[in-house]
């Protein structure tokens, strides 16, 4: 069936079947689930609890099953598969990917994962155990150990061998790798060559050398971007000797990217977990009140700040009323430098202009910026009327240099984040946001302070 | 060559090219670009102006030429093809997928993309007049129309004669699309089946009719999520009678992906125009200043109404300490908020709670964080001390006022921009945050108005 839209499901479908499942009417659920995509049915399974969804799995083939449990986010993944025994887990898992079945030992308490390792099946367990020992960020942490290689020396019809057996256990394959006798990548012979050629031509007379592969060590975002510059499907991962030891392919990059981004809108944003709006109310309480709270600290410290300051407001009470204006502003600037930057960190160009080259770009844009909201500042509140014209040219004072300071912060933040490891993004959040609004109220009081 | 590092060179390089440049010195540009991977070269070009960069690629073969000019960004790219003449871009744009070359045709005057179109190859010219319909933002727009079809009615053998009529043509390919007499699209044959299947036997015995599609008109964010969704190389787009009339790759979704993640970016910072650190101050001036005179603009409202106020500031000047811890608990919480939805928005679940099961959870949370929030400021601003406990209570009662109106207008915001086709994440930009920010400074002043 060509399924020209995806499978989507009301919610007297979704109640429906919460009958079923109450009345145990396999019939019911077999013949509603026959033929659906497992994609979709994991979707439909975030609307059950564990057991149910159990209930349901086990209803389903095998296969249909194992990759459902590999579609479920880890978050949810962790908590359902509490409801499994060890050897449940093995049938399941017996049906992955190297690499999936790697995530998932990873996930499972250290007791419950040697079990399974060692009820796995042979071949699956020495790749899984191999897998492990990468961090999940890099590039052998992403890799599948799943793949076709030939040797250099062999015949196409060698070649066709080798696929016909391996075709059970790799999924997605559009190229045969070409190693040497000691597993040495050499280059890669696509399909599409194959099925042209004759069957006693040697392999080392058709493959192609030139071929991109990255490191097992390399990070994550990098291969990604690796991936994105040369238009890569798939990309050989190779140890420090130059062997072959494994493959990406691009849907492992796609929710790296997706992941990349979802952090960085949190980071942002200032939300602490990975939270959606169907978490609990606790869960959204818990992520959110950390970042609040140093706004607030932030908020309490401003407080003392310009009490320092009641002389000077006692006299001219108007110098609160600019309060909002220098610091919408100053965060407006940091915010935007911050941005400017990480997006230049997540295209890096060809040759670096260099620390010094940026900031004094960076100024002679805030010098610009600073002096034409000043005068803006200044116009307007002489259209306006009002207090005093010496408070106003302070105003405008202070205004100029807050944007230069956040500015110069917000540049320079995010590049110190990358420099020690961090993510640059962190710099658009409230921590940040947070010191940059004092810092502003302090500019705005003592310029007032000197000058009035 | 593998290639086990991407391609990077140094300033010493740049120099040295720059400098074979400058004395037309063809030997070494051209052995110094032998062998490199075109993407590499796009990274190289960026450091030289257009005449420069044309002369470096009309030393190269017109393969690579091609694929450079499709690898530029789209800003860099018109540009660049102005020192152009039709006659030397027919030759080059001959040599692109269908796709690509509607991209660049696009981006061309309307005279000169008439002269290029009428002396483009016949079939690729019908192909590209056909593309040039849609809109870049659906599925239409994304598609190549490079593909290999087969008849179901066809043999195995009728098949790989067709691949290797097709072969020169289409660059990626990993599955035979399979189509009626009418064209209607079927299912596919995957590479690796037709490779081990007798000659003689039947597509209609071999090909797999699951598979996912896409029609015309679906929107290239949504393109990205069925991709992702299903973990799709290649997806078929189909007309609405389901007659096959293109295919999508992977590439071209996660330029999708990433473009998607740096508009958001952008939205969220208050940045109008898609800049990076390094274009001119004048550009990167002009994409900051609009947001951040609504941000000026909001804050010299705040400087009226707070004016409106004036007498209870001569009365009690405590009441100024406690405007920036109000306004940035009101921009945090707001922030916080839209995130999420953007977040919920981004990875639809199964069934929708319906906009009012979000609002009383929205309501419950902000309850929740709004009265811990007011609770740690009362004991703090006690401990610290200073002023009378009276306005302490009215802070707090005009924190937690204020944490709830954000977390409504936070939560609504970015609903209602959805609803209307705008990008949700516009809601955590400086336009929202000023409105926030004024709604804040309201309640702020009324409550004390109020009660003190």
């Not at 999924?171 to 050499?186: I, P, Q, T």
């Not at 959110?288 to 600290?297: C, E, F």
């Not at 940026?358 to 116009?379: C, D, E, M, S, Y």
Request: net charge negative; glycine share 6%; hydrophobic share 50%.
């Amino acid at each position: 069936m060509v399924e020209s839209v995806a499978f989507g499901l009301t919610k007297e479908f979704r109640d429906r079947f919460q009958q079923a499942l109450d009345e145990r009417d396999n019939t019911f659920i077999q013949q509603n689930l026959d033929g659906i995509n497992a994609a979709d049915i994991t979707a439909l399974l975030y609307e059950f609890n564990s057991e149910e969804s159990k209930y349901v799995l086990d209803l389903l083939v095998v296969e249909i099953r194992a990759e459902i449990i590999t579609d479920l986010d880890s978050d949810a993944r962790v908590a359902f598969l509490k409801t499994y025994q060890p050897d449940e887990l093995i049938k399941i898992i017996d049906h992955l990917d190297s690499d999936d079945a790697a995530d998932i030992l990873n996930e499972l308490p250290i007791k419950v994962r040697e079990e399974v390792l060692a009820g796995l099946d042979k071949v699956l367990r020495s790749q899984v155990i191999d897998l492990l020992r990468y961090d999940e960020n890099v590039a052998g942490g992403l890799m599948a150990k799943e793949l076709v290689t030939a040797r250099v020396s062999w015949t196409v019809v060698q070649c066709i061998e080798e696929i016909r057996k391996q075709v059970e256990n790799v999924s997605k394959f559009y190229a045969v790798y070409v190693v040497d006798d000691f597993n040495k990548l050499l280059g890669k012979v696509p399909l599409q060559k194959l099925i042209l050629t004759d069957s006693t031509t040697l392999v080392k007379d058709i493959y192609d050398p030139e071929l991109i592969s990255v490191q097992t060590h390399l990070e994550d975002t990098e291969v990604a971007s690796v991936m994105r510059k040369y238009d890569l499907e798939t990309v050989p991962v190779v140890n420090v000797y130059g062997q072959l030891v494994g493959r990406i392919t691009i849907d492992d990059v796609v929710d790296v990217i997706t992941e990349q981004a979802e952090e960085e809108r949190q980071l942002m944003s200032g939300i602490s977990e990975d939270v959606e709006e169907d978490d609990s109310i606790w869960r959204l309480t818990r992520a959110r009140l950390p970042w609040l709270i140093i706004g607030i600290v932030g908020g309490l410290l401003s407080v003392q700040f310009i009490g320092i300051f009641e002389g000077d407001l006692m006299r001219i009470t108007a110098i609160a009323f600019f309060i909002p204006l220098i610091q919408a502003t100053g965060g407006n600037v940091g915010i935007q430098s911050s941005s400017i930057v990480v997006q230049s960190l997540a295209n890096p160009g060809f040759v670096e202009d260099g620390l010094w080259g940026r900031l004094t770009k960076v100024f002679i844009v805030a010098i610009l910026n600073g002096f034409l909201l000043a005068l803006i500042v200044l116009a307007a509140n002489m259209l306006l009327g009002g207090e005093s014209n010496k408070l106003f040219v302070v105003v405008s004072i202070a205004l100029f240099a807050v944007v230069l300071a956040a500015s110069l912060i917000g540049t320079v933040t995010p590049l110190v984040l990358n420099k020690f490891g961090f993510n640059p993004a962190l710099a658009s959040g409230p921590f940040i946001t947070t010191i940059n609004d004092l810092l502003g109220l302090g500019i705005y009081f003592l310029t007032i302070h000197l000058i009035l």
